[in-house]
């Protein structure tokens, strides 16, 4: 199985070098975001390069189409209209 990409997420900056340090062995790509928003950035920015024609993942616009459901129910998250579980 071809390793994937991986978006990390954790306002514990010393906790998430050390889950990047970890994934990044396994993995091809991992990103990491200590805020939600910039966590949603990186997520809707991969719709944006398939647009551009500039995604050099094949599964990229798979992964976009996925990304603005997440966006939008993080937003609904950390902007207090809902309760995390």
Do not use: C
Request: glycine letters at 8%; zero cysteines.
């Amino acid at each position: 199985m071809r390793p994937e990409n991986v978006l990390l997420v954790d306002d514990n900056e010393l906790l998430l070098a050390g889950m990047k340090r970890f994934f990044e062995k396994d993995f091809v790509h991992v990103a990491a975001s200590s805020t939600g928003e910039e966590a949603i950035a990186i997520a809707q920015g991969i719709m944006g390069r398939v647009i551009a024609g500039t995604a050099n993942d094949p599964n990229a616009r798979l992964r976009g189409e996925r990304a603005r459901p997440m966006a939008d129910a993080a937003w609904t998250v950390i902007s207090g209209r809902a309760q995390p579980r």
